[in-house]
């Protein structure tokens, strides 16, 4: 019958819902348990985390040791390295600084004596070149050395007299400075007079041995000639040949560099005079 049939369907739809709502408490239920036992995991590889037990921890951890090691050793070769080189650079630059000095010392002794030498010879032109009788230096020189006799009246002439009727002027300069005076204008009027004598010739103090003189930036030593940037290998008695690079050449000197990038300088006067000597170096 028909009232039947709604009976059994309504029971049955019943039925469904009630097995419906209990497959959903279970799969609550399981899906609650899968969490904890999620979790459960998770804390426990936490603890062996942190207790350094984990093989998720230890091979990274392997790795970045291993890495460190390696990098530490090359570091500190690197260092030590780096140490050699600096005490390499500081014990050139000391030594640098030496020969520098050395150079500079001598260059600095050589100057100086081409000065004396050059004072000297103008004292030898200045002595021949006055005409002046040694007579009356002697007499004066001698009159200044001679000693006061002190049981002898002094003869000395009054400076000034209050008879003269006129101003007067006093001269105090002694005989000497007058003879300096007059020296120095005899050598101007022999110098600028029309009529002047011819002086002797100056004695020279030394020859040139060595050809040697600088044309437009080059030098012509010996028959040689030598540009900027050449080579050179530098000579000196009692010391060893040294090479070097010509930087410069002036008019009176030449400028060059050492291998050791220290810089220092020539006279041409001490290439005439073969102080220095230098040539081509083909090596």
């Known amino acids: 019958s028909l009232e039947m049939d709604d009976e059994d369907c309504e029971r049955r739809r019943m039925e469904c819902l009630d097995e419906m709502s209990n497959l959903e408490k279970q799969f609550t239920d399981l899906k609650d348990q899968l969490y904890k036992e999620r979790l459960s995991q998770v804390d426990a590889k936490l603890q062996e985390v942190i207790a350094g037990k984990a093989p998720e921890y230890l091979e990274p951890l392997a790795a970045l040791q ?30 640098a ?32 070149s006055i005409d002046i009788t040694s007579e009356l230096w002697n007499d004066e020189l001698q009159s200044r050395k001679k000693r006061k006799d002190p049981f002898s009246p002094d003869k000395k002439k009054p400076v000034f007299s209050l008879t003269f009727p006129r101003p007067y002027i006093v001269y ?5 400075d007058i003879l300096e005076d007059w020296t120095t204008i005899r050598k101007a009027m022999a110098t600028l007079g029309p009529h002047r004598v011819k002086p002797e010739p100056p004695v020279k103090l030394e020859k040139h041995l060595h050809s040697a003189r600088s044309e437009e930036g080059r030098l012509y030593y010996d028959g040689e000639w030598y540009g900027r940037g050449q080579t050179i290998c530098i000579d000196k008695k ?31 006067s001490q290439l005439q005079k073969g102080k220095y000597s230098i040539k081509h170096n083909h090596n």
């Not at 520098?100 to 004396?116: A, G, I």
């Open 97 to 128: 600084s030496r020969q520098h000095c050395e150079s500079e010392k001598l260059l600095l002794y050589d100057t100086v004596q081409s000065e004396l030498e050059e004072k000297i010879r103008r004292l030898e032109e200045d002595r021949h």
């Open 66 to 95: 291993e890495n460190m090691q390696i990098r530490t050793k090359v570091a500190g070769i690197y260092r030590e390295l780096c140490l050699e080189s600096v005490k390499n650079k500081y014990e050139c630059e000391i030594q």
């Open 172 to 176: 105090m300069l002694q005989d000497l």
């Open 238 to 268: 009692d010391e060893c040949p040294t090479s070097a690079i010509i930087t410069t050449i002036n008019h009176d000197e030449v400028w060059f560099k050492r291998p050791d990038g220290s810089k220092s300088k020539l006279y041409i």
